[in-house]
């Protein structure tokens, strides 16, 4: 369990790795929006967003096999999605019909759609996270809500919260493999019966999982006030995030696609007449 | 029941590379009576080996077999609950899986788990036999929260947990640590009860020397998922350079025994303080008399 | 002078219970404490009344001057004290090493350039210089122990405290944590404070005081305190394994000078016994 990372960071050297993980952030966004924005069977546009996910995939030196594994996570709720769409989409011409399921060609091209849809937008984020550790991806979130101090946010906490949370993902993935194999060994049966039964047959494993988080709260706590922590008043960082030459390039990159999808939603009928 | 394994290997993860293989052709028996030690430097592959032992980490194809007694562990229809109730297994600082409102309920999780039919008359007298068997005061703790004890008593109420049904076969995972001298003590006290009365046999994992070699009838030694030595604690101490190349300490008796052989004085002992004292008082007084 | 100094201290978590009675102590500076006791015994609560985790309800805790009764001074204290906990996951608080050992520094507001030294500084001290880009989740117990040690002489203490920081550890762990801290106590004159139960961790130290129902029971030199067999077990503890096999041979007649503490020593007095007979 210990190797269970949260996004499956893969370290390396490469142009994407060394981009400031609030430029990563911010073109991810601008990336979602440029998928987003693809009109319905405009699939040049997918193709257009699909072509960047490639060359970003390959300035990132991460094997292309690992950026599509990440579509496996959901693979089930694309099918889903995708069979409510073929489904149950009443439009356009039938196809097949069987009692109350109709197919039509609507329906056929609307799942494509949407499988195109969450598949682009899940290689791009995953792009992020296997590019940009939990402690940058925080990082940098915490630096793209500093204007949010304005409103008297507490961005300085909130950044805290999230880097103690993932620093202590792996501790306590270990410590509940632990409790749920010190309970089997008790006869403790999670695998038989129904959901009420495996769900109550949890509490023994979620009650000390929560006592021991309060005792290590309480500890981190001693440990942290220990170590002179006082609140974001007079904090320094020791890490600043500098943006280099190749933000500007990604940037420009970024910026490319949206007009491109814009174009191409635009002016489809160029290319296709 | 008699503890076999033969050829045993286990691979954490997807990878094959026989780096990465966490147990390599482990062969091991146990025989019914004993106190085994399970000795091995953190990461040696012996609390993977253990928790082989009851199915919690389970047998993969072609990776070897484990037989306990009549169960086999390689069979698809080997019946691992019944098997967990007869190989109890107390974890590393147990007092962390202790749940329920009272100690109680807590003890009595295991005998609901296995034995679903018993009647609460007969629930209470195995919650009762067991609280007082690890030396707790039924009546004062029964109704007690578990959560309310001290750290002493919270184990014992752990490890109540686990003999609750009187298992013949107990295993446990370095089960002194965080004691203080006095809670190792009656701890190291309370194991050789339990194997005089239900518990036949007894497999011991532990960090901890001098403890194996004052307790255990026999032992191995784990060094990157193998073993490199089996036998009594005599056996595997004598050998001081290899059980070296495993980042092993020797127990302090084996230490001066060593030592004093150095020096040209033979003191044979079984490496247990009361052996060794035994030992070289008799050689110092044959000296004199010499 | 002492550089921290309790006097007539008491302290409480609730009304019906005292965790620490009337306790005064003092160490000096460059000194080599240890406080021993068993589970329960109220020792670890002194590590927290040090840096003023928890304020006496009686008497005061002084270091250096500075009292942690006063809470605009609560920070100059913890500068000076640094104290490392019993579970080292429990103390880490960032998923790289040297931004966890930068914490310290952080909260005190110094300037990056030096926050960067001290990482340099601290790291090499408990020599864990090559995993400052690591995870601490993928380090060994003993490992991870250093870097919290690290993390605390990032604030430059004079005075480090050990709450029981070796009990979790396997030997191997629990040597090399030690190691440190002599090599810290000797070569850069940090005070040391180590609690513990473990008997032959007191070995080396200058000065024990033995803790028993939140009163201090005995004080004085290693030696001193384990020639009084019956009384430390009285209070829950036990000789080292050395101390114990000399009592034995002595009850059989082999007589073998005072004080051996240590397996070496022991072993030394054990073959010169031979050639004398």
Redesign the interface.
Known sequence: MKDVTFGQYFPAKSFVHNMDARVKILAVIAYIVAVFLVKAFHFLGFLACFLFVIIATIFSRVPFLKVLRSIKGILFFIILSAILQIFFNADGKILLEWKFIKITDKGLLNAGFIVARISLIVLGASLLTLTTSPVEIADGIESLMYPLKWIKFPVHEFALIMSIALRFIPTLLDETDRIIKAQKARGADFESGNLFKRAKALIPVLIPLLISSFRRADELADAMDARCYSGSKNRTKYKKMRLTWRDAVATVFIAGLIVGVVFLNKFYWLLVV | MRIETEKLSYAYGESKALMNLALKDVTLTVEEGEFFGIIGQTGSGKTTFVQHLNGLIKLKKNSGSIKIGEFDLGEKKCDFKKLRARLGMVFQYPEYQLFAETVFEDVAFGVKNFMPETSPEQVEVMVKDALETVGLNYLKVKDKSPFELSGGQKRRVAIAGVIVTKPEVLVLDEPVAGLDPQGKREFIALLHKLHKSFVKTIILVSHDMDLVAENCTRAAVFSHGQIVAVGTPKEIFSNAESLEQTGLDLPLTAYLTNMLKQAGITAENDYTVDGLIKAIVSEINCGGER | MAILSLENVSFSYDKHSNAVKDVSLSVEKGEYVAIIG???SGKSTLA?LF?G?VLPDKGSVIVDGFSTLNKKEV?EI??RV??V???P????????V??DV???????????EE??QR?EFALSAVGMEKFRHSS???L??GQKQRI?IA??LA?KPQILVLDEST??L????RKEVLEVIKKLNQDNGVTVITIT?Y?DEVVDADKVYVINDGKIALCGTPQEIFNQKEVIKGF???LP??A??RD??AR???ILPDGILT?ER??EE??A???K?
């Open positions: 068993h589970n329960g927290k840096n985790l920070f913890r500068k640094g104290v906990f019993q579970n996951d429990n103390q880490l608080v960032a998923s790289i040297e931004d930068a914490f310290g520094p952080e909260n005190l507001g110094i300037k990056r926050i960067g990482i601490p989740t993928r060994s117990g919290a993390g605390v604030l009990a979790m396997d030997p191997q762990g139960h008997m829950g503890l036990e394994l050395c114990e096999i034995k041979l059989q007649g082999v397996k022991l072993a054990l073959c016994l031979k050639r007979s």
